[in-house]
């Protein structure tokens, strides 16, 4: 029977709007992030070329923190809409960051592998059931990419490479906090979901960090 509400985590026990007020209120992290962020850009602004797409990742970040505290406020299906966009187009427009500015590839090579990214995470929605990993299954193609990014950027770029990695092996421990919220609620009655935000926050402020610095040293 219908809810009328979207009962996806430990903490959310009816419809109200406070019913999640963890879940809810860890957003403030992204927040954090894109302020962090901000700063940096502020302060080597005159150093930096073709921060377009820096400020745009921001703007995402801040998106990211908003649509996460609508949906677990709300929980209605176009609040899961606001609270997913905001972070598949921050991870596309990073990766496409990524590959053009830190190994070179031509714009139809970013977009053919962006493509071939959304693909494979598509596939895996399709073929692994929600229940299995919370929904978690849609995230673990982005993982791997940076994962093998991060290894073959040390390659030419030791810094950042290992900085990649470090993001990765970070995700990967947010995944797994993601992943397990709902076997853990009858000990835990606010779940570990709040774990994915706060986690999630350092990703998003470590990837636009790098991303800052390497503009500096290295982008035409």
């Given at each position: 029977m219908s809810t009328g509400y979207l009962d996806l985590y430990c903490e959310r026990t009816d419809g109200a709007f406070w019913?999640?007020?963890?879940?809810?209120l860890t957003n403030v992290v992204f927040l954090f992030a894109a302020a962090?962020?901000?700063?940096?850009?502020?302060?080597?602004?005159?150093?930096?070329?073709g921060a377009g797409m820096l400020w745009l990742l921001l703007l995402l970040a801040v998106g990211i923190g908003v649509g996460s505290f609508l949906f677990h406020t709300l929980a209605s299906p176009w609040a899961a809409v606001a609270d997913l966009l905001p972070i598949a187009l921050f991870a596309m427009v990073a990766l496409g960051t990524i590959l053009s500015r830190f190994f070179g590839y031509p714009p139809l090579m970013v977009a053919v592998m962006i493509s071939g990214v959304a693909g494979l995470t598509l596939l895996l929605h399709v073929l692994i059931p929600p229940a299995w990993l919370n929904g978690s299954e849609?995230?673990?193609v982005l993982l791997a990419t940076l994962a093998w990014l991060?290894?073959?950027?040390?390659?030419?770029d030791e810094i950042s490479g290992r900085h990649l990695q470090f993001m990765a092996?970070?995700?990967a421990v947010s995944l797994v906090f993601r992943s397990v919220d709902l076997w853990v609620c009858d000990w835990l009655p606010i779940g570990t979901h709040f774990l994915w935000h706060l986690l999630n926050g350092s990703v998003v402020y470590g990837m636009l960090a790098v991303l800052i610095d390497r503009s500096m040293r290295w982008y035409p």
């Open positions: 019913s999640e007020p963890v879940n809810a962090a962020a901000l700063r940096l850009l502020i302060t080597y602004r005159y150093r930096i070329r849609v995230y673990l991060g290894k073959n950027l040390r390659r030419s092996a970070t995700f």
